[in-house]
């Protein structure tokens, strides 16, 4: 069975850090693009940052650029989301999304398979 499972997400404070993990179960990462997603309620979903596998090439949303931080272990199978200078406008269901032999971009209906969510929150 083809899973995408992120974990990582929790509460933090304002200006804090979490770091978001996306692993493949089933599959594997090589030659897929990975993008981070997020959904905040009664907002549409947003693209937060992805990364292609053949050039390493990153993409980050306006919104996250300079705080955010996308990396990949092809050896473990996961993408990571470093999430640092939290802000309250952060919080959101994260998801993490594949598609195979393409360059990556921000926008989710290019992606093919999709995980369940964490739910990141950021309050005082």
């Known amino acids: 069975q083809l899973q995408l499972v992120e974990s990582g997400g929790g509460l933090v404070r304002p200006g804090g850090s979490l770091r978001l993990s996306c692993a493949a179960s089933g599959f594997t990462l090589d030659y897929n693009s990975i993008g981070w997603f997020r959904q905040a309620p009664g907002k549409e979903r947003e693209g937060v940052s992805c990364?292609?596998?053949?050039?390493?090439?990153?993409h980050y949303a306006d919104s996250v650029k300079g705080r955010f931080t996308i990396s990949r272990d092809n050896a473990k199978n996961t993408v990571y989301l470093q999430m640092n200078s939290l802000k309250p406008e952060d919080t959101a269901v994260y998801y993490c999304a594949a598609v195979l032999f393409r360059l990556c971009v921000l926008e989710g209906d290019e992606y093919k398979y999709w995980g369940q969510g964490t739910q990141v929150t950021v309050s005082a």
């Open positions: 990364i292609t596998d053949s050039d390493g090439s990153t």
